[in-house]
């Protein structure tokens, strides 16, 4: 069965639980996650398939590999050639599905893209995610409070890692950090000693720990950082297989938990948190996926039952086929003082997974 789809603004957040609709509108689901090796990918998808089978729907969950894109081609084609009602996709590389997306505009699927923007598709219907902006915000401002960037002495050392240049995710991230870090930079505040100042020279594929790893053992032999050279007062890296892959590279350099740079991250993987509670890490945005997942949930149900689907933003996310109504969950600052409330009491992580 084919829907039609609705609209409508509703400013409200995602919170607490979520009643779902009813076996009376189950439909075939297709959700397409882009990869197995980031915890994050497996609890997104385990959790969205949760609750759209708590929902009655019937649902395809495919993860592509290791962010293998022929694969998670393959993977969409094989759900639209299996009429699935409704797609859901988080993409490896949202330029990359132009062509097999046409299929599902062929047929009147919706397709509903989950945390990355599908880029250069008039196919896509909704967009849901986190407000990606806030997310390099909240980075930012960290690096400047515990700093204090507003009363420093003297310039500070900082290097900047983000993600691939072809997540459009990236350009909020980056566009919310700098936000709050390029005064600082502009200033003198701040020293990025590489000269690596631009998107495009931090950028780092796949989001891998590895590269990381090597371009800040790399930055570590060019510019001289350590212990007891060249000082290094912060690194922002935008998710937490970046940090990994810094904080890898600073111990083996001579750095430990009692002078180890601020390190920012984000999604709260479980490495991430023990390094955090190590005092490696200085801190993680929360993406809680449960949030996200139900969202989505309620927007399968929406379009399913040919209801008017809930977004709350209709000017930000452009596609270049248009602008694509959304739905912005809210990320939250994750640190050694809150983690426990934030990650154990929330049900999200157990004690003895941390």
Request: with cysteine; proline share 4%.
């Amino acid at each position: 069965m084919k829907f039609k789809t609705g609209l409508t603004v509703m400013c409200c957040a995602v919170l607490g639980a979520v009643a779902f609709a009813s076996t009376a509108n189950a439909a075939k689901i297709g959700v397409s996650m882009p990869t197995q090796s980031l915890q994050r990918w497996n609890q997104d998808g385990s959790n969205m398939k949760a609750m759209l089978e708590q929902s009655g729907h019937e649902v395809d969950l495919q993860y592509a590999g290791d962010n293998d894109i022929p694969t998670q081609v393959n993977q969409i084609e094989n759900m639209i050639a299996a009429d699935c009602d409704v797609v859901v996709i988080a993409s490896i590389d949202g330029s990359a599905l132009t062509e097999v997306l046409k299929g599902a505009k062929d047929k009147n699927i919706p397709v509903i893209a989950y945390d990355r923007l599908i880029m250069n598709s008039d196919a896509v219907s909704y967009y849901a995610t986190f407000d990606n902006t806030k997310v390099g915000r909240l980075q930012g401002q960290y690096i400047a409070d515990a700093l204090d960037l507003d009363n420093a002495k003297e310039p500070l050392n900082i290097e900047l890692f983000t993600g691939p240049t072809d997540d459009n995710n990236v350009n909020f991230f980056w566009g919310g950090a700098m936000e709050v870090l390029k005064p600082y930079i502009d200033k003198g505040t701040l020293v990025v000693q590489s000269g690596q100042t631009e998107k495009e020279q931090c950028a780092t594929l796949n989001w891998n720990l590895e590269e990381a790893q090597k371009r800040m053992e790399n930055l570590i032999s060019s510019v001289g950082y350590g212990p007891e050279d060249t000082p290094l007062a912060a690194v922002l890296a935008q998710n937490d297989a970046l940090a990994n892959g810094v904080t890898n590279a600073l111990l083996a350099t001579g750095y430990d938990n009692t002078n180890m740079p601020v390190i920012t991250g984000q999604d709260c993987d479980k490495p991430a948190v023990k390094n955090i509670k190590r005092g490696y890490q200085s801190m993680s945005v929360f993406k809680d996926t449960r949030t996200l997942a139900a969202q989505v949930v309620k927007m399968v149900d929406a379009i399913v039952a040919g209801q008017e689907v809930p977004v709350n933003d209709t000017t930000t996310y452009d596609n270049g086929t248009g602008v694509i109504p959304s739905f912005l969950c809210e990320p939250v600052a994750a640190t050694k003082d809150n983690y426990q409330k934030l990650l154990v009491e929330s049900g999200y992580y157990s004690e003895d997974d941390l």
